[in-house]
């Protein structure tokens, strides 16, 4: 880390999976087709529905903010991103957009009924901060929702090429721009720790298989940060080109990174 806390790779985005890539958005839309229904699930039984005004933080290609106006019919959602190059290409009623860093103070005005944020917090080195952030912008009665990875790779996991690369790849982010999925674990306590209520969490793991949107996902994310895994010292590219191949083939018995949603109330009447 540097003297500031950022990471000696720059931050998501800047070292690795840069918006201006050529497909990086077809990258984001692959995570969405593995995930969005799960989370329009989770988001339409904690209420979101009509009335709702809604922040989406790190909102991407815009997928979850478009299926919350068009699927759950809430009155507006704000979709924030550092880049908003992707989402500008929407055009939705009831759907804004902002270019803002979430880690900046006061990057928005709220309150929301939800606030979103999905494979966010996990390559924010000021993760906790941001909670405490986001939690000060839900309405009371709102909720907030966090989704991040979970890894589900262990010592005790058989190694398989695709465990092997796994491995490397959180090393590698963790050291270049400071992913840590160690930590996610412990949202719902960090949830009840800043005072929201009815806290729950779950864990959703997608099937990785032959072709599947999760499979290409993992392939091409793999591909982008090469260089920080190979510098790792734990693969090689001919390791990383062998789990690419293993991941499309009928040979591959793994799990994939888990999803954990965790979600908390915020005390007080309002919200939907």
Known sequence: MSAGGVPDGGRYGEAF?????????????????????????????????????????????????????????????????????????????????????????????????????????????????????????????????????????????????????????WQGLRTTIGTDVDWVPSYPQVLRGVGLESVAAEIHVPPLLPGSALSRFWADTWERSRAAMVATGLVDDAAIDAAARYLGSGECAALSAGMLTAWGRKPGKGGG
């Open 17 to 169: 999976f840069r918006p201006e890539q050529a497909g990086e958005d077809e990258r984001i839309d692959f995570g969405a087709l593995a995930y969005d229904d799960f989370t329009m699930a989770r988001l339409r039984a904690i209420g979101a529905g009509p009335g709702w005004r809604c922040l989406d933080v790190g909102a991407g290609t815009g997928t979850v903010s478009c299926r919350l106006i068009e699927e759950a019919g809430v009155e507006s959602v704000l979709a924030v991103d550092r880049d908003v190059r992707f989402l500008a290409a929407r055009s939705v009623p009831g759907l804004d957009v902002l270019e803002a860093d979430v880690t900046a103070p006061d990057f928005v005005s709220g309150p929301f009924q939800l606030v979103h944020a999905r494979f966010v917090l996990m390559h924010l080195p000021e993760r906790a901060r941001v909670v405490r952030a986001l939690t000060d912008l839900v309405a009371p009665g709102g909720v907030l929702v966090l989704s991040d990875a979970v890894d589900l790779t262990s010592d005790r996991t058989p190694d398989t090429p695709y465990t092997a690369v796994m491995r490397a790849m």
